[in-house]
């Protein structure tokens, strides 16, 4: 099945809008480029300026109704930010012009104490320049602060905002100077750390998280899946066949098929899950918050039945008929690891199994081995301290 090509496209177009190729030249798409961190860190910016504006409204205009509307819109982009964590800094980017355009239009409207950038509600521009200053990678940072001051400056230009110049304008380079001497020293400092761990946690062939990486950010979303008694589903693929493409077709047909192959994996993840390359020939999808139907029902319409990836090789066309079994995770995010490796080891028994029908199990380390060139995955596994 052919991957889509929109989400080609957007790959592409999130590369060169970010400048930054986070992954090796042949890679069939870029890793996340925010961390995720930041990308847990994001819904309280937008929750913050919802809880303050509640507070506000209930102790100083508990009359004026119509604040309520703010209370829910920033709630809105807050519950957009969990629900869907943003991928790119482009996304994450337009979230925080949301809260800008929000508090634009707040300040326009507002009378009396609350009228202008300046009035009751000066934390909407603050908070959303100060908490995306620190999030968001350089370029993309200032680009958030500049924006803040000119929907600052705007009411006050209007006419809205009748205070004298000279406090608009110490405000203004408030605005401005905070951010690079504050919010986004400690953002650099954060993601120089996220990123060093992130390569440790990277497959590079592939740019996936290898099974280290599974690990480190799947257990954490298992055990909210659990908190929040949503189910969480993990699927397990044993594709034996890329190893033949490649011996067969030779190593450009092989590397084709590999990234065919992780772009389907990626776009059956979507935004809340996600997937990683946890042996030579096989890859792991975490599902939070999809049940083991559904999860089924997603790799049989994105892979087909049985599941089948074709590529061209030439005038040949090279398949890629990949194996798995999906299940549901256990109650205890420690299990992760066991659970995952039960799956594998199921999948590895399925497919040495003998005419004789005795199923010979074969290690991870063994298929390692025979990975092919330039197929062999990244197997860091870094030891991590408490929590």
Request: aromatic share 8%.
């Amino acid at each position: 099945m052919k991957a889509s090509p929109q989400a080609a496209s957007i790959a592409r177009l999130g590369g060169l809008i970010t400048g930054r190729r986070a992954v090796p030249k042949g890679a069939p798409i870029r890793r996340d480029d925010v961390a995720f961190t930041f990308r847990g860190l994001e819904p309280w910016v937008a929750w913050s300026i919802a809880i303050c504006t509640a507070v506000v409204t209930v102790v100083m205009y508990p009359q004026d109704y119509w604040l309520w509307l703010y209370v829910a819109y920033a709630a809105i982009v807050g519950k957009w930010s969990q629900l869907f964590p943003p991928r790119s800094q482009l996304q994450m980017f337009l979230r925080s012009l949301s809260l800008l355009a929000g508090a634009f239009v707040l300040h326009i409207h507002a009378e009396g104490p609350m009228a202008g950038a300046s009035g009751l509600f000066f934390f909407w521009i603050a908070a959303a320049s100060l908490g995306y200053s620190f999030m968001l990678r350089p370029g993309w940072n200032w680009g958030v602060v500049a924006l803040a001051a000119i929907a600052y400056l705007l009411p006050f230009l209007n006419g809205t905002s009748a205070e004298p110049w000279q406090p608009v304008l110490a405000q203004t380079a408030l605005l401005l100077a905070i951010p690079p001497l504050l919010t986004m020293r400690f953002g650099r400092a954060m993601r120089s750390i996220e990123d060093a761990l992130d390569e440790s946690l990277v497959d590079r062939p592939t740019s996936l998280y290898n099974k280290a990486g599974l690990l480190r950010h799947g257990e954490p979303l298992v055990a909210a899946s659990v908190r929040d008694k949503k189910p969480v589903s993990i699927a397990v693929f044993n594709c034996a066949d890329l190893r033949e493409v490649h011996d067969t077709y030779g190593r450009k047909a092989g590397r084709k098929a590999l990234a065919a192959l992780v772009r389907e994996l990626v776009l059956i993840a979507g935004d809340q899950g996600f997937a990683a390359r946890t042996g030579p020939m096989e890859f792991t999808l975490l599902l939070p918050g999809i049940g083991q139907d559904r999860a089924l029902r997603m790799v049989e319409k994105q892979l087909g039945t049985p599941p089948r990836i074709t590529v061209s090789s030439g005038s040949a066309q090279a398949v890629v008929e990949p194996t798995y079994v999906v299940r549901m995770a256990r109650a205890d995010a420690d299990a992760l690891e066991d659970l995952q490796e039960e799956m594998s080891r199921h999948l590895k028994g399925d497919a040495a199994t003998t005419a004789s029908g005795l199923p010979s199990q074969s290690s991870a380390a063994d298929d390692s081995e025979q990975a092919p060139d330039g197929f062999a995955p990244t197997t860091m596994m870094p030891s991590f301290g408490p929590a």
